[in-house]
DNA sequence: CGATCTAATTTGAACGATCAAACTCTGGGA
DNA sequence: TCCCAGAGTTTGATCGTTCAAATTAGATCG
């Protein structure tokens, strides 16, 4: 077990004060360049690392950002958020920032845990996903003014010019409308839609981009709109009652588990190639060689940070200034 | 914003002394009941939760576990590692410990992000995984005196009666042969196994429960065993020009991208109800309607919590007492 | 040459908790 | 009456850092 290190051993050795050590490492501007290089040998020569415990003591700032892992759903939406979270893992420490993951059962949970981890100054910032139309876990950050943004944006507000919070998400019209246009181009005018029911704002936005662009091109009543709740059997079965009576070149999914349900029943139908779109790109789809729209993850963990830190790199509460509070990215389509 | 409760606040309206309010909250037994009840009572009502950076800069622990997510994990596949990473948070937060993630590319690199967290008291242990013959990592780690415990037993030593570190760990070789029970009773004698190369500790012990199980029934001749480096495309491809050769009834493989390109191979040559069986349970195989072993990640996270802490439930350097430093989870075959 | 200003560095005081030791109080026994 | 033990509580020091204010060194100028 190696002896700690404090900044007091690297100012005795480099013959400076305590604070002098400190300005080396968190305002070198201010200090004589000879000095820093002097002080900066010794703190390498030593492997001095500041204790962040005491930092962040004085400093009242934990330089933590706290990220809820939800729980095992079974299926596939895991994987988007799987990626998420490891990309804002490596993104906060680029930025010298932490990830703290913390558990929750349910939006009341979950704030419990915010006012713990808030009130024992373990997080400075939280990042959240998964948002809904009265969402009690939005109202809440804000009355408490713990700095947040939400990965999903917050449907039903102008999101764009008047934002209640800070948001980051994927243009989910923007995927749909790239895997029609592929879809228009490679198959046939026959390009037909399976989503969820009306009234989700990811699956409503992900079936404006397929309608819009069926719309532009031909007039759309062969293509067909299909909906069911989730899940692979669901869809599958929906699907093989619908092929029946419609004939359709291809079809766009809202996502990955409908694309593969859907694949499913044109294959027991024996048409295995009927081109089919899902959404997430996941391992899956992959495996089952059906293209896909690619969430890039990675891209919303970048903007995430982004918006979280100030100008300085730290995390700061940021007010939601319309038109800047919030990232869209936009997906990619993997044709395959 | 609201305002910081401190020990004292609580203490001066309580009408008693910094300590007792400490003890109240750490040592309960030390202070009178009635005593106890009153304070409490002023905890509750201004809603006092200590500040973790004094506790820690003055305890000197961090209560802290630093797990690496890693899109890459190598050895377990991304779900189970998700499910694992979930479970172990769930599982910290009952013990009041917390769960600090980080990011690495090499085990150099890995190694790299220890020293920081170490120096800088972030992180009281760390869950490893992935290890490999020869792995760097673990050396460093207990030479540095970091507590450990690692997902994936230290193979080549004897794990069990001299263990070189804490481990926990799937049965492999029990899955493999509840897998190759199950279908010599329903499909039929000719059990083939497809795995990886000689060589990998987890292969091998996956192999071993199904060449137990076949040698244990039937002479075996009729069982062939096909081996391929890795993913579902060579998979697919071996099992291909294989079944043309040999006659099988069904198929236990080491992970589920390779049942994933057997039954892509099988359904090809018109026998998609070629039973196969894979390991992980990821939901590709779910999707596909593939029975497979399931790792029980929950209960690994369990295991390890367990092993990283003593019995007061703190985190605490503890030596590998041959025969109690490790747990070896029975994985449940799936069936579907 | 002394006054003035700026740059560079040092000093003392927090931050909020726990540890270790000292103190107070109560009841029992000689 | 006096002393002692032990439970219960308080006091002062401390963990390692950064903040804010004070000090010193060095340069500029009339």
Redesign the interface.
Known sequence: ??E??TIDDVARRAGVSRQTVSNVLNAPQVVRESTRQRVMQVVEQL????????R??RTRR?STIG?R????A???S??VL??F??AL??RA?ARRL??????ARTPEDEIARW??LM????VDAVVISGTFHGDPRTGWLLE??LPFVSFGRPWGADDIDDPAHLWVDVDGAAGTRAATTHLLETAGPRVGFLGWPKGSGTGDDRERGWRETIGERAGGESAPRWAVREG?AEARELVTRELARHEIDALVCASD?LA?GAHLAAADLGRPHLPIVGFDN???VE?LGLSSVEQRPEHVAAAAIDLITGPGGAIEARAATPGAAHALIMPRLIVR
């Open positions: 077990m190696t700690a290190v492997g001095y690392s500041p204790n962040s415990s005491a962040r003591l934990s990220v892992l939800d729980a095992y079974g299926g596939i895991g994987v799987d990626r979270v490891h893992t490596e420490g932490r990830v703290l993951l913390y558990a006012d713990e009130r024992g100054g373990d408490r003014g692979i588990s593969v996941t391992p899956v495996a």
